[in-house]
């Protein structure tokens, strides 16, 4: 595959490049802990890139406040136990936090990926069937990937929860509007921070940056 232009091999190199960059800069700081965002976390993961204990804090920590957003919007919604959490990438680097988290809650799940649909341990169907009742609909994959659900997915029974970055396009979240779709953002969780984070992160940090030990608000906004 290709990224930018460069081939597979150039894009890993460039990333263990950054890693060694960012430790050396933070044994100079003196900080604690490094905190990657995107795709980064889950490619240094596969290229066997020596994190420690960073990535499996950066992991938890990111679950355990996108489960936050996801149970605040929830109660925000008046959705009950039997109402559905649908997330899409349930098989990614946090979706797989996530879906444990949820399910320890005893909240019902479905996870959709690339393999299919989850949904009580196993993946059983290779269509995802919109819910006929309320639900929320969590994107943890990537920003496009809620486009196609748009047209036949989503309806007034559905609410959206975006996790990734950026934001939907505004073309996007009146499409979802039109459709009497609830749209919500979670633009990280509220901490100081130098320099500021802006456009979707504004007044927050994304969930990646938290401690894992630390107790947050989760900031999430209305599209």
Known sequence: SHIDGKDEGDVNEKARDFHTKVEMLRLRLGAVTTHFAGTLPS?????????GSNALNERVATARNVVEAILHTRSHEGHTGNHLVVVLGSKGYI?????????????????????????EGVFWSKVYTKPTSNHLL????????IN?????????????????YPAPHKDVI?????????VFHIAGVKTSVWPPFPSAYKGAVPCCAALPNETYEVAVVRL
């Open 138 to 145: 969590v994107n943890i994959t990537h920003p496009e990937a």
């Open 174 to 182: 009146e499409s979802m509007k039109e459709k009497g779709v609830k």
């Open 148 to 164: 196609k659900y748009i047209d036949d997915q989503m309806d007034a029974t559905t609410s959206l929860l975006n996790e990734v």
């Open 43 to 51: 490619r240094l993961t596969a290229l066997k890139v020596r994190r």
């Open 95 to 119: 979706g797989r936090e996530v879906i444990k988290m949820l399910e320890a809650k005893n909240i019902q799940v479905v996870g959709v990926d690339v393999d299919g649909v989850y949904k």
